[in-house]
């Protein structure tokens, strides 16, 4: 009985050294994966094994399952040929062509010259625009929204698109299947779908005990896209809900930057919404044999930047890192998350280094406590290498973007983290314009007058108990 026994603890110990090896193995074998968070996971699972290893099967690998795999690659093959007519890269100057190179790289759209942007005021603004350009829609409306409440603002684009449909236009709305859980669950949802507006659902939970089988639960379709028409398309960090954000009022006002641009950049978004709808719904959305685009005074050069963790590997952090090694003069940066990997971080600090005035502004309260703590451990080599960072106080700041020597314009939904650069299909524009940048710098301006400083002396005093948790919650960037 005894030898029995035994013999079954070394069986069991076998299997636990089996499985723990293959899980090692994986590790080490998964490619695109930086060295520090392969380190983090094998330290995670060798001091956790059993709850370490299904840990890394479930949240370790950037897996959206087999036939969502299948679906994207099936749609993207079916839009034909992602440069769009018309593009004149001569009118790129010489000094950011590799700017945009770079951008093309990434999504395989060109820049194209001929647009017209305005940056809105605020986010009720931004709805006001929509709703008044939805009601002018004559052809068809396309939008995806992360997250999309049927509150205020949500009814009101609901409201649109009702009415819309009824005068006989084509409408799409399709919504994060997490982000916009508490939609999909309301009778405005329902209304939308009775209405004859066209509905889904990016990557749908479903059964919360298999939706781990069939990828990870936390990849999300983190866009904002609104196309009318082919030709007037919106982008930016704002979510279809009120500033307050009923499901975290706590931290409101919520603060976003949006750009409404007419003009062809819109069909490169359209293609963009085309990919993740024929992807979810299997509708194919490719015109063969699209109208021609009219011409209007525009004098914004714009290109479409867009990633996600079943495209090109490391795109939007090499976008970011680029533009920042680029600065010559000015770099201001606004974002809610920043947790960089180590080589964008070693980017702003070089750039301090060289005489760039880089400025970095965060929001003073996060929403999430984690990546506040994360953030703020990157503070010190930030404040030594001379950046400006500035904490924003008048709600959380939510707004996206980064201007470049007062000519250059990234803007959109990706974070300065790890989840928008490895876990997150996100959309961002790439801009080249003075005026439309002089328009964002003026905004990020008031960010900072509404901002206080952080100085080296008061992150040098922060006590040890303070410095401890931001760098264990930074350490687990990798992991998490």
Same mark, same amino acid.
């Given at each position: 009985?005894?030898?029995?026994?035994?013999?079954?603890?070394?069986?069991?110990? $076998?299997?636990?050294?089996?499985?723990?090896?293959? %899980?090692?193995?994986?590790?080490?074998? /998964?490619?695109?994966?930086?060295?520090?968070? /392969?380190?983090?996971?094998?330290?995670?699972?060798?001091?956790?094994?059993?709850?370490?290893?299904?840990?890394?099967?479930?949240?370790?690998? &950037? @897996?959206?399952?087999?036939?969502?795999?299948?679906?994207?690659?099936?749609?993207?093959?079916?839009?034909?040929?992602?440069?769009?007519?018309?593009?004149?890269?001569?009118?790129?100057?010489?000094?950011?062509?590799?700017?945009?190179?770079?951008?093309?790289?990434?999504?395989?759209?060109?820049? $194209?010259?001929?647009?017209?942007?305005?940056?809105?005021?605020?986010? @009720?603004?931004?709805? *006001?625009?929509?709703?008044?350009?939805?009601?002018?829609?004559?052809?068809?409306?396309?939008?995806?929204?992360?997250?999309?409440?049927?509150?205020?603002?949500?009814?009101?684009?609901?409201?649109?698109?009702?009415?819309? %449909?009824?005068?006989?236009?084509?409408?799409?709305?399709?919504?994060?299947? $997490?982000?916009?859980?508490? +939609?999909?669950?309301?009778?405005?949802?329902?209304?939308?779908?009775?209405?004859?507006?066209? &509905?889904?659902?990016?990557?749908?939970?479903?059964?919360?005990?298999?939706?781990?089988?069939?990828?990870?639960?936390?990849?999300?379709?983190?866009?904002?896209?609104?196309?009318?028409?082919?030709?007037?398309?919106?982008?930016?960090?704002?979510?279809?809900?009120? =500033?307050?954000?009923?499901?975290?009022?706590?931290?409101?006002?919520?603060?976003?930057?949006?750009?409404?641009?007419?003009?062809?950049?819109?069909?490169?978004?359209?293609?963009?919404?085309?990919?993740?709808?024929?992807?979810?719904?299997?509708?194919?959305?490719?015109? =063969?044999?699209?109208?021609?685009?009219?011409?209007?005074?525009?004098?914004?050069?714009?290109?479409?930047?867009?990633?996600?963790?079943?495209?090109?590997?490391?795109?939007?952090? *090499?976008?970011?890192?680029?533009?920042?090694?680029?600065?010559?003069?000015?770099?201001?940066?606004? &974002?809610?998350?920043? %947790?960089?990997?180590?080589?964008?971080?070693?980017?702003?600090?070089?750039?301090?280094?060289?005489?760039?005035?880089?400025?970095?502004?965060?929001?003073?309260?996060?929403?999430?406590? *984690?990546?506040?703590?994360?953030?703020?451990?990157?503070?010190?080599?930030?404040?030594?290498?001379?950046?400006?960072?500035?904490?924003?106080?008048?709600?959380?700041?939510?707004?996206?973007?980064? &201007?470049?020597?007062?000519?250059?314009?990234?803007?959109?939904?990706? @974070?300065?983290?790890?989840?928008?650069?490895?876990?997150?299909?996100?959309? @961002?524009?790439?801009?080249?314009?003075?005026? +439309?940048?002089?328009?964002?710098?003026?905004?990020?301006?008031?960010?900072? *007058?509404?901002?206080?400083?952080?100085?080296?002396?008061?992150?040098?005093?922060?006590?040890?108990?303070?410095?401890?948790?931001?760098?264990?919650?930074?350490?687990?960037? =990798?992991?998490?």
């Amino acid at each position: 009985m005894q030898a029995s026994l035994m013999n079954q603890a070394t069986l069991l110990l $076998l299997l636990h050294i089996i499985v723990l090896s293959a %899980v090692f193995v994986r590790i080490l074998l /998964r490619p695109n994966r930086e060295p520090a968070s /392969r380190i983090a996971w094998i330290t995670v699972v060798a001091a956790l094994p059993v709850v370490g290893a299904i840990a890394y099967l479930l949240l370790g690998e &950037t @897996n959206i399952g087999r036939q969502n795999r299948s679906a994207m690659r099936k749609a993207i093959a079916q839009i034909p040929g992602q440069i769009i007519e018309g593009a004149d890269t001569s009118q790129v100057p010489s000094k950011y062509a590799h700017l945009f190179r770079v951008g093309s790289s990434i999504s395989g759209f060109q820049p $194209l010259a001929g647009n017209r942007a305005e940056l809105m005021a605020d986010s @009720n603004a931004t709805i *006001e625009h929509m709703v008044a350009d939805i009601d002018a829609a004559t052809e068809q409306v396309n939008v995806l929204f992360y997250i999309w409440l049927a509150d205020n603002n949500g009814t009101k684009i609901a409201e649109a698109l009702k009415r819309a %449909v009824a005068r006989g236009v084509t409408c799409r709305a399709m919504v994060d299947g $997490l982000g916009s859980r508490s +939609l999909i669950k309301s009778n405005l949802w329902r209304e939308m779908g009775a209405s004859g507006v066209h &509905t889904a659902i990016a990557l749908p939970l479903g059964n919360p005990l298999l939706r781990p089988l069939q990828g990870r639960i936390d990849i999300r379709n983190h866009r904002k896209i609104l196309v009318i028409d082919d030709w007037l398309t919106y982008c930016g960090s704002q979510n279809c809900a009120d =500033p307050e954000f009923l499901i975290k009022p706590k931290y409101a006002p919520w603060v976003d930057a949006v750009i409404r641009i007419e003009g062809p950049v819109a069909r490169q978004n359209q293609l963009l919404f085309a990919t993740d709808w024929m992807t979810y719904t299997g509708e194919d959305l490719n015109d =063969p044999s699209p109208q021609p685009m009219p011409q209007i005074d525009g004098h914004t050069l714009a290109q479409v930047v867009a990633s996600g963790p079943t495209l090109r590997n490391s795109a939007m952090p *090499e976008m970011f890192e680029t533009l920042i090694f680029s600065a010559r003069e000015e770099l201001v940066i606004s &974002t809610p998350y920043y %947790v960089p990997n180590q080589s964008m971080q070693a980017a702003l600090c070089a750039a301090a280094y060289r005489g760039v005035c880089v400025t970095l502004i965060l929001p003073a309260r996060n929403d999430s406590m *984690e990546v506040a703590a994360a953030s703020r451990s990157y503070y010190a080599e930030l404040l030594q290498a001379g950046v400006d960072i500035r904490e924003y106080v008048g709600g959380l700041l939510h707004s996206k973007t980064l &201007t470049m020597d007062g000519e250059i314009t990234l803007i959109g939904s990706a @974070n300065m983290d790890r989840r928008s650069f490895d876990l997150n299909y996100e959309n @961002n524009m790439l801009l080249y314009g003075h005026i +439309l940048t002089q328009a964002i710098r003026q905004r990020q301006q008031s960010y900072i *007058e509404s901002s206080r400083v952080v100085s080296p002396q008061e992150v040098e005093n922060w006590p040890v108990t303070r410095r401890l948790w931001n760098n264990t919650i930074a350490m687990l960037g =990798p992991v998490l």
